[in-house]
């Protein structure tokens, strides 16, 4: 099992910062990739930012150039560096990560932090 604990959600003004955080205990060692995924009221969730375990990144791009995805193997902690943020970022953020395990594949999500980014 992987344990996902996010936080650094909040209320922000357009055009401001927050980081998110996301720790990770349980079975990490096999975890191949985390990320992060949004919801926003009425919409389905989709992927924001991703990390794999050979440091490759793949982000949205509506966050290209805003949004940066980092980790800190030491902390077993997963980043989220939001900068210049939009009402439209206004979401449920989600930590993720995949794990493979006897060929098969797992998935872990976090209960999310709210970030709502007002105008």
């Known amino acids: 099992q992987v344990h996902l604990v996010e936080s650094g959600g909040g209320l922000v003004q357009a055009g401001g910062s927050l980081r998110l955080s996301c720790a990770a205990s349980?079975?990490?060692?096999?975890?191949?990739?985390m990320g992060w995924y949004r919801q926003a009221p009425g919409k389905q969730r989709e992927v924001v930012a991703e990390?794999?375990?050979?440091?490759?990144?793949n982000y949205a791009d509506s966050v290209k150039g805003r949004f940066t995805i980092s980790r800190d193997s030491a902390k077993n902690t997963l980043y989220l560096q939001m900068s210049s943020l939009k009402p439209e970022d206004t979401a449920l953020y989600y930590c993720h990560a995949g794990r493979w395990f006897d060929s098969q594949h797992y998935n872990y999500w976090g209960q999310g932090t709210q970030v709502t980014v007002s105008s």
């Open positions: 349980g079975i990490i060692a096999s975890i191949h990739v």
């Open positions: 990390l794999t375990s050979g440091g490759r990144t």
